[in-house]
């Protein structure tokens, strides 16, 4: 399983630290709370249309609008973020994950708005588009980082490789729990208390994950004090 899940040459080709304890943890609160919004959104579709047929086609409909809100996003985000996303890596990691939760809830909401589930469906995709950005750049910093020892640079590449493995079986591990969960969670009530109880851990691994990383360089308000 080592040679799966860990960079060659591991303990002494990576920066040591306890980054991936709480980034393990904070991916399993994700995929967790995921599951709920998930479900949520599904209710959304079975209670807003009488007939299947037009129930699908409203579905579609919704997912093309979606996209277009996201990748939308994703360019202006890109355009305005840039250059800020690896000098400023660690808090740019803890923002993507509010902006991640930020989608979650929406979902979660969105069969009790309404006249506004649209709306709330399309500001969730909107939120993930700048999840994505911003936790792209900001992952790419702390590869670099943790690849990077005192005896030199190690492999970026099979670093991100053996990181997206384990992320993959963590989401995997978080859908199974989840699928056990939600036979157990049922009402409105328990739901919220489930789902903001996650969303509380998600981002107080999250805050610990980006409290331990020292970065061997300085961002942009350290840079200017000195």
């Not at 277009?68 to 202006?76: A, G, M």
């Not at 400023?88 to 990691?93: G, I, L």
């Not at 950005?133 to 910093?141: D, P, Q, R, T, Y």
């Not at 989401?171 to 157990?184: D, I, P, R």
């Amino acid at each position: 399983l080592s040679d799966v899940f860990l960079p060659a040459g591991f303990p002494a080709t990576v920066s040591p630290g306890r980054y991936q304890i709480y980034n393990a943890l904070q991916a399993f609160c994700s995929s967790l709370a995921g599951l709920i919004a998930s479900r949520a959104v599904l209710q959304g579709f079975r209670h807003g249309v009488g007939k299947a047929g037009a129930s699908a086609t409203h579905a579609i409909f919704l997912t093309v609008l979606q996209d277009i809100f996201s990748r939308l996003t994703t360019i202006v985000a890109g355009y305005y973020l840039g250059t800020s996303l690896f000098p400023e890596a660690k808090a740019y990691r803890l923002t993507a994950d509010i902006f991640n939760d930020a989608a979650i809830i929406l979902d979660t909401l969105s069969p009790h708005l309404g006249s506004f589930r649209v709306a709330s469906l399309c500001l969730s995709g909107a939120f993930r588009a700048l999840c994505g950005v911003v936790a792209g750049g900001s992952k790419a910093a702390l590869t670099v980082h943790f690849a990077t020892t005192a005896k030199g640079a190690g492999d970026v590449g099979d670093l991100s490789a053996k990181d997206g493995s384990k992320e993959t079986v963590l989401a995997l591990l978080g859908m199974l729990s989840g699928t056990a969960v939600m036979h157990y969670v049922h009402s409105t009530r328990a739901t919220y208390v489930v789902l903001f109880a996650l969303i509380a851990l998600h981002l107080f691994c999250n805050y610990l994950a980006v409290r331990v990383v020292v970065f061997r360089s300085l961002n942009r308000q350290r840079a200017s004090i000195v």
